[in-house]
């Protein structure tokens, strides 16, 4: 079974940081592309940054460039996502997603996704 479980998420202030972290099960964690989408209310999903297997070759939103840095343990089945100086417009939920091809934060294309977890940042 399949299983992407994230963490990390909850209440912070304008301008502090936070790590996420999705854990991955069931599928061979280093053969897909993996990342992280937000959904916030009333907006579409956004593809936050992903990393691409192999090269390990990393997308960034323009929303977040220079604030988030996606990383991978592959030992432990495990990316992350730190970001630093958040900003109230990345209030939203965020959950880890996988899949066999590549440019997975551009074309949304994802075979596993996680349930999320909610980030609120209050100003």
């Known amino acids: 079974e399949v299983q992407l479980v994230e963490s990390g998420g909850g209440l912070v202030q304008a301008g502090g940081s936070l790590r996420l972290s999705c854990v991955a099960s069931?599928?061979?964690?280093?053969?897909?592309?993996i990342g992280w989408f937000r959904q916030a209310p009333g907006k579409e999903r956004e593809g936050v940054s992903c990393?691409?297997?192999?090269?390990?070759?990393?997308y960034y939103a323009d929303s977040v460039k220079g604030r988030v840095t996606i990383s991978t343990d592959n030992a432990k089945n495990t990316v992350y996502l730190q970001m630093i100086n958040v900003k109230p417009e990345d209030t939203a939920v965020y959950y880890c997603?996988?899949?066999?091809?590549?440019?997975?934060?551009?074309?949304?294309?994802?075979?596993?996704r996680g349930k999320g977890t909610l980030v609120t940042v209050s100003s």
């Open positions: 069931g599928f061979t964690f280093g053969r897909y592309a």
């Open positions: 990393i691409s297997p192999g090269d390990g070759a990393t």
């Open positions: 997603a996988a899949d066999v091809g590549r440019l997975i934060c551009t074309t949304g294309n994802t075979e596993y």
